[in-house]
Structures are given as structure tokens and as C-alpha cells.
């Protein structure tokens, strides 16, 4: 049977959080040792995610919360949920296109997601208008060791 191992937490939305949830991820995601390039990607999508919770689930509300549920397979598989309970997105599929974004008069840039996506392997993204969001992210860790090895073995 594959090992899992899991953890789970819950954050208060504040922006002071965004940057110690993605960090908490990537020192779980250590043990199936990650390339520098695997533990960025992940943190920056982490970040996305949080973010999007506190500006557009929550609008900046206090006493708000943030649940983050993270595994970590044998054999690489990471996957991080992330969800709240605020707003909900009334179109997902919309919501998902690059460039869209509800709030273009505070700069944001409607890439969030597009982000996620791409530095991810899988993304998927569930809401209920006024209910709340949860984000799931799944990547594939081939891992630091892998990648060296191969390039060992290629110059053989
Ligand atoms: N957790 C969430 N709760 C409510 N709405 C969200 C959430 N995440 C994203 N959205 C909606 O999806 C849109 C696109 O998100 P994103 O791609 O991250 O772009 P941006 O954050 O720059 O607007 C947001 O503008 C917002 O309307
Ligand atoms: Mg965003």
C-alpha cells in the first residue's frame, strides 16, 4: 500500500500568512526531495491560492480562516488543498480563463489561476456562490535525485 503522509491547518486570512503557509508546504515536501525548481513552483502556486482566499473569498474581512490540507505520497504525488468559506465564484470555468479577473481597479492581473495551472500538474477548482472555495493542486514531485541521476547516467 503507498505511504501517505498528511498534514492539515488552518490559517487566520491575513496577508502575513501567505508567506508562512507556502513555507510550511515546502519544508513538508522536503522528504520526497524536491529540485529547487519543484519547491518554487509549488510555493509560488500556494501563494496564489492564499492570496486569491484573503482578497477575493474574504475581501479583506477579519476573523476569517483558511483550511490547508496537504499530502505527500510515496512516489512523489503532493497534493495541496486549499479552501475557505467566503464569497464562492459564481463561474469557475470563467474564473479560470487567463486575464479574468473581478477586481482589475486594484491591479490585480486575472492570472492566478493560469499561474496555478501551470505550475502544477493538476488544478481543480470547486465553489458554491456564497458558500466558499476549495482549490485542490496536485504535482508530481520527479524529485532533485531523479533528475541528477538521469543527467549522471546520460553522460555515462
Ligand atoms: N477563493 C476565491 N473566492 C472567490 N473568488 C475567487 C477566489 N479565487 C479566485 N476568485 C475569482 O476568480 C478570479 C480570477 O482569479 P485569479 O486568476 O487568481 O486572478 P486575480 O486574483 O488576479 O483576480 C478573481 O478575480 C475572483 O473573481
Ligand atoms: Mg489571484
Redesign the pocket.
Known amino acids: 500500500m503507498t505511504r501517505i503522509n498528511k498534514f492539515e491547518m488552518r490559517l487566520s486570512a491575513l496577508s502575513e500568512n501567505e508567506s508562512f503557509a507556502r513555507s510550511c508546504v515546502a519544508a513538508f515536501c522536503l522528504p520526497l526531495d524536491p529540485s529547487i525548481d519543484e519547491i518554487n513552483d509549488v510555493k509560488t502556486a500556494v501563494s ?1 491560492a492564499v ?3 484573503i ?3 474574504y475581501n479583506g474581512a477579519p476573523d476569517k480562516y483558511i483550511d490547508m490540507s496537504v499530502t505527500a505520497e510515496e512516489g512523489g504525488r503532493l497534493t495541496v488543498t486549499i479552501s ?1 468559506s ?4 459564481e463561474d469557475v470555468e470563467q ?2 480563463q487567463p486575464f ?4 482589475s481597479d486594484e491591479e ?7 499561474i496555478m495551472k501551470t505550475f502544477m500538474d493538476e488544478l481543480l477548482v470547486t ?1 458554491q456562490k456564497g458558500r466558499g ?1 476549495q ?1 485542490s493542486m496536485t504535482k508530481y514531485i520527479r524529485g532533485a535525485r531523479n533528475v541528477d541521476s538521469r543527467t549522471d547516467s546520460s553522460t555515462d
Open positions: 496564489e492570496t486569491n482566499c482578497v477575493h473569498a475557505d467566503g464569497c464562492g465564484i474564473a479560470l479574468y479577473t473581478t477586481k490585480r492581473s486575472g492570472m492566478g489561476f493560469t465553489s472555495t482549490v
